[in-house]
């Protein structure tokens, strides 16, 4: 296997790398025009057929086949909207454009987080306190041990379920995650700041409810029940969707985890490093990319969240030159790798670091039918928790 | 689409059915996409005041050089799309019209002037004898030189037309009847202490009537529209800038090291904010007046309206901010 392990860089080199994607960030910046907003607004179309079209083969139809095209095409518009203009407008990668349809301040997904509290969580936690453990509440989501770095609990090994429901219902993982539902369990939370959290979430989650179970299925009338299983069932498309693509970006082997003491007189040029090694990229075609919300282009959306999605591919060649240059891994694989490797780490983490290793690579290839990890993958690059690395390099 | 000058171009807007109806002399923005992004100006309706769902208005543009906004209104093709503000400002004429009227315009100034004239003319005409014996309306106009004078036909073929309107056009090429100070204008119009006056255009020309208003004791009849210049595009370090948080209602002084954020924190302010790094948009908000620099894209936004992110952005000049 190759192993692709970073150079250690001194302070000054640090700064230089930092400038360098600075000097990328820059360039992209002032090339922003017509053709990123034609870009989106195509996106924005493509939805709204997709969803219209989707809706009706649902509404309209009586056979199995439409029924399996239109959960296609609305779990499609679902997924198109949630990630390539959800996510990415939220981060405000189209505020220049002054649209107030592209606005990262009030635009609102369909789905049923709540947006003020996902631009929260997500812009301003988990994109500045990437992968700092005990500051960036998206590691394993706080309930799931993603890494060995990560404190062992008993509870954990029911993780790999744990895990597949998470992903079946991963919007309502998302909206409860706002919630801060962990921190009331533990008692650092009080109830009625709970309840004051889950307000907006109740709120939004009612309409949601609403519009997919009781008002669309009410208007088919006597195709009521095909609709709001069609509904169902788009959703469950799109939840798997962001699962898979949002769990390849972050939890696959070679993604490091940092401490606090590490992170605290990062400058620019560290900050940069840190969203590199927190993040990994899947190589795929171009549909798959637009499909994903470029959020397989995971690096490069953590280096520059606010640059518009679409320009991470040309992007990425310029950060994997630089990377290059400075010897630092550029962690990516095909998606049925980096999936695979994240599944091997969910099961591998299930069990404390003291669990011998015959067992616990035995769990997963009975869990995953998988062949012993080290040989699947082309690429690993260093991982910084021990067990893992020794368990790849075996 | 009507040229009027070389530079300057008459665009006429048929509004959607909400469009609230303008009066004469009012400014409305205007706002159109340039490579993607929008850009919105103000400019004066140069028609007369129209009603509720008025079916045409007209705007009239100077082509700024370099100037993002007017150069994409002069290259817009007919049927094109542009967004529209809500008609604002109180530079009209009161009802009931003060019998004598002076009414100033410079450059582009000229267009509101123009809408007025428009309107009194549309009315005069169905009025009785007597309103009209006892009208009288003088319109100095002034321009570089009579190439440049926006409206200069119209103005002329409507002051034969009406016995009540005196039109005294003024180029600055010209030394006869070149520009105009204080005493010229006292001179011009005799009667000047007695009229109700309005004054568009540019800095200078405002001050000579309020001057010459002053001098006559009318500078209460005064009423003026300035062309608000762009905020300066200096990038210089100021010491301190006042900020005016209009929706807070106060001025503090932003002052020391750091970004705006840290500024209005020490100056007792709490702001919403983030990530304080500039990617979380937390505490965007939007300046309605003043300059400020981007320190993490470089970028100056000195037009008013413009949406910024208080903790990447130094201030450059006073401000007015919608927190």
Known sequence: ?394 | MIDETADTRTLVLAPGRRWPGHRAGQYVAIEVEVDGARVRRSYSISSGGAARGARRIAITVRRVPGGVASTALHQLRRGAVVGLGTPAGDFVLDAPVAPKLLLVGGGSGITPIMAMLRNLADSRRSETMRGRARQSVIVIHGSRNADDAIFGAELASLATRFAWLQIHARHDDETERGRLDAHGLRTLVPDLADREIFVCGPLGLIDVVTQAARDVGALHRVHQERFVAPASRSTTAVEAVTVALIRTGVDVVASGPGPLLAQLERAGQHPAFGCRMGICRSCRCRKLRGTVENTATGVVSSEPDQDILLCVSLARSDLELAL
């Open chain 1, 1 to 394: 296997m190759i192993a692709h392990s970073s150079k250690p860089l001194l302070p000054a080199e640090a700064d230089r790398f930092g400038r360098e994607l600075d000097a990328v960030r820059a360039r992209v910046l002032a090339d922003l025009g017509q053709r990123d907003v034609d870009h989106i607004r195509g996106v924005v179309r493509l939805v709204r057929y997709g969803d219209v079209a989707g809706r009706a083969l649902l509404h309209a139809g009586v056979d199995p086949l439409t029924f399996a095209l239109g959960v296609a095409m609305l779990g499609g518009a679902k997924i198109l909207e949630n990630m390539e203009i959800g996510h990415n407008v939220m981060h405000g990668q189209y505020d220049w454009t002054g649209d107030p349809e592209l606005d990262s301040q009030r635009y609102e997904w369909d789905m049923v987080a709540d947006e003020d509290h996902w631009r929260r969580s997500h812009n301003a936690e988990h994109h500045v306190f990437t992968n700092i453990l005990g500051r960036d509440r998206d590691i394993g989501y706080t309930f799931l041990r993603v890494s060995a770095a990560q404190p062992w609990h008993p509870l954990h090994v029911f993780q790999p379920a744990a895990a597949v429901a998470l992903a079946l219902l991963f919007q309502w993982g998302i909206a409860l995650h706002d919630v801060h539902l962990d921190e009331s369990l533990a008692g650092r939370q009080s109830f009625a700041a709970l309840r004051r959290r889950a307000a907006p979430v109740l709120r939004k989650a009612g309409w949601q409810l609403a519009k997919d179970y009781l008002v669309f299925p009410a208007v088919a009338l006597w195709n009521a029940p095909r609709v709001a299983l069609g509904n169902l069932l788009a959703n469950g498309v799109r939840n798997l969707w962001a699962f898979a693509i949002i769990f390849c970006g972050h939890f696959p082997e070679g993604v490091r985890l940092y401490d606090p003491e590490q992170t605290r007189d990062e400058r620019r040029g560290d900050w940069y490093l840190r969203q590199l090694h927190g993040s990994a990229n899947i190589t795929a075609r171009r549909a798959f990319h637009v499909l994903s919300g470029h959020l397989s282009y995971q690096i490069e959306h953590h280096l520059f969240p606010d640059l518009p999605a679409a320009r991470y591919p040309e992007i990425a060649a310029q950060v994997q030159e630089i990377c290059a240059r400075y010897g630092q891994a550029y962690n990516t694989g095909r998606f049925s790798a980096q999936f695979a490797s994240v599944a091997r780490l969910l099961v591998r983490n299930a069990f404390p670091a003291v669990a011998p290793r015959w067992f616990t690579r035995s769990v997963a290839r009975v869990l995953l039918r998988a062949r012993p990890p080290g040989r699947a993958r082309a690429h690993a690059p260093a991982v910084t928790a021990p067990a893992e690395a020794s368990a790849a390099s075996a």
